[in-house]
């Protein structure tokens, strides 16, 4: 009778150990999903908290920048256009030259501090390039009219030096705004 009570003890051993290993793993098949649950959580929070404030940023910059200031963005172009016309005149002296570049460069001051300077409120790296872009025209400006192997007297060479790398500039920075995501 012995040996028939021991395959039973031995059967309903090994029924508690597999009832235990069951147990133990839905214990830690619930403690995974515990911390899954919880660290989805928070990387969604974490998300979505990057979105709220890259959809701040971009109202910033609406609100302050384009509802406001983008007026003087345009009027910057249309009041420095002219001034270049007068690169065109005949027999212009240096003195005269840096007359008008100085001008020039008074509707650059007038750019950066009417439209550039309130983009430094909403975001740095969107300030410095579109600073950079201001910066590398008007020094685009200035070495070309200095530069006695470029007749700005021609129609075409003007057109091609000045007015094209303006308008290039300004279809730069007008897609940094609009391509702006916070």
Do not use: C
């Not at 890259?54 to 200031?69: A, F």
């Amino acid at each position: 009778m012995i040996s028939v009570q021991e395959p039973v003890n031995t059967s309903l051993a090994l029924i508690d150990y597999v009832d235990i290993g069951f147990k133990a793993a839905t214990f830690i098949t619930a403690v995974s999903n515990l911390i899954f649950a919880i660290l989805i959580y928070k990387l969604k929070n974490k998300k979505e908290d990057i979105d709220k404030e890259k959809d701040r940023r971009i109202n910033w910059l609406k609100t302050l920048v384009l509802d406001y200031n983008l007026d003087h963005f345009y009027a910057f172009f249309d009041n420095v256009e002219p001034d270049l016309y007068r690169f065109k005149q005949t027999g212009l002296t240096d003195s005269q030259k840096q007359d008008i570049d100085a001008k020039v460069a008074d509707h650059f001051i007038t750019l950066r501090r009417k439209f550039i300077d309130s983009i430094l409120a909403v975001d740095q790296t969107l300030y410095d390039n579109i600073l950079i872009k201001s910066d590398s025209l008007q020094e685009h400006i200035t070495n070309s009219v200095f530069d006695q192997g470029i007749n700005l007297i021609h129609g075409p060479k003007f057109d091609d030096v000045l007015l094209k790398k303006l308008n290039e500039t300004k279809t730069e920075i007008v897609k940094l705004l609009f391509s702006y995501r916070g």
